[in-house]
């Protein structure tokens, strides 16, 4: 789906996109969203200061490695209020379409990057409070929805 997706015109920024899903749990309007100005660093972290979300409250979104690697080289050319990505919901989805079409995957949604990247963060160790802070969740429930525990995972731990 990748190669697929690396194709074209777009390839460089829905690669972009699809790695900050990926690396921060963001949901694509949100990606979509960011600002040169939003991108804050302190006491060597970087995180996207997202001044409001989905459930209306404000919340810091922190940054992998790669996630910040990614960001400053999408910065450079940014000032400001400037969007860090300059494409819209409606091609995302197209390309997104289009690349699911042509690698025969059916059942891929972009959503389900949150979904990933959640369990991801989840089997790295970070607890419910990091991780609904990191996705912006209000409540436990809502956020359990978006993690599945690997048998490997459980199997290391309760060894």
């Not at 079409?101 to 059916?106: A, D, L, R």
């Amino acid at each position: 789906m990748l190669a697929e997706l690396a194709k074209g015109k777009y390839g460089p920024k829905m690669l972009a996109i699809v790695v900050l899903a990926i690396e921060t749990g963001m949901r694509q309007s949100e990606i979509l969203d960011i600002r040169a100005n939003q991108i804050k660093r302190a006491n060597g972290t970087t995180m996207i200061v997202r001044p409001d979300s989905k459930n209306g409250h404000a919340r810091n979104v922190v940054l992998s490695k790669r996630a910040t690697a990614l960001v400053d080289e999408l910065r450079k050319d940014r000032k400001g209020t400037e969007y860090l990505i300059l494409m819209g919901a409606e091609q995302v989805d197209s390309q997104w379409r289009s690349a699911r079409e042509k690698t025969g995957i059916t059942d891929l949604h972009f959503h389900d990057l949150r979904h990933e990247a959640l369990s991801r963060m989840a089997s790295k160790g970070l607890n419910l409070g990091e991780l609904k802070a990191q996705s912006g969740h209000r409540t436990t429930a809502i956020l359990a929805n978006y993690l599945n525990a690997l048998p490997s995972d459980v199997a290391k731990k309760l060894d």
